[in-house]
């Protein structure tokens, strides 16, 4: 099944803990984005990749890092996780820019 | 760099009824999406237009794109308790990606 995938689901950590939420899809996309979304705030895009060792930050980066080492994965990583990154987390994938993207379940984060 | 702004904010109407959300954005556009979100989920496509299209439909779903006014709206007809959701517009601008905007929460009471 065309997917994509991302873990954990639920997080709840402490403030300063190194955490990484992981990013996998099996279309072949070359595109890959992390949004983060709030109440009253829609969907955020914090970083994206247009294809592999490719990344750009997206409108709300600070705190977060990423990587795209190879095609099908794009996890983000929280070096020192703070309470202001308390947030639903959604990995998706497209083609490229101006198709069809695919989102991921979400993953819920909570920093204590 | 919000682009698109959908309006209302929320939306309450009966089973039945029609259902119209709009989406306006500032910069020009390669092309339009709207997505809907069930409660907490995943983002979910529904319908891709784009600039040079005026209009697309999808079995209950009807959407128009106004280059001019650069706005698009969301028609949802003959609603369904199903139907309730948050509704998302994205934009993307030539070799940019795509922005989403805030969203429309509709409820559809039965």
């Known amino acids: 099944e065309a997917q994509v995938t991302q873990n954990p689901r639920y997080l709840i950590t402490v403030t300063g803990k190194k955490l990484t939420v992981t990013c996998s899809q099996n279309m072949n996309h070359e595109y890959m984005s992390w949004y983060r979304q709030d109440p009253g705030l829609g969907l955020r895009q914090i970083y994206y990749?247009?294809?592999?060792?490719?990344?750009d930050k997206g409108d709300v980066p600070e705190g977060y890092k990423v990587s795209r080492k190879e095609k099908r994965n794009f996890p983000l990583i929280l070096e020192s996780p703070s309470p202001n990154q308390t947030s639903l987390y959604f990995c998706a994938s497209s083609l490229g820019p101006g198709t069809i993207i695919d989102f991921g379940p979400g993953t819920r984060l909570t920093v204590l | 760099s919000q682009q698109g702004e959908e309006d209302p904010q929320a939306l309450s109407i009966q089973e039945g009824e029609n259902a119209t959300m709009n989406c306006s954005y500032k910069t020009s556009i390669n092309n339009l999406q709207w997505y809907r979100q069930n409660s907490g989920r995943g983002l979910v496509h529904l319908i891709l237009i784009r600039s040079n299209e005026r209009e697309k439909h999808s079995g209950r779903l009807r959407v128009t794109l106004d280059t001019s006014k650069k706005s698009s709206s969301l028609l949802i007809t003959a609603s369904r308790a199903a139907d309730t959701a948050s509704y998302f517009c994205a934009t993307d601008g030539y070799g940019q990606n795509f922005v989403f905007g805030p969203g429309t929460r509709l409820s559809v009471l039965p």
């Open positions: 990749s247009m294809n592999v060792e490719v990344t």
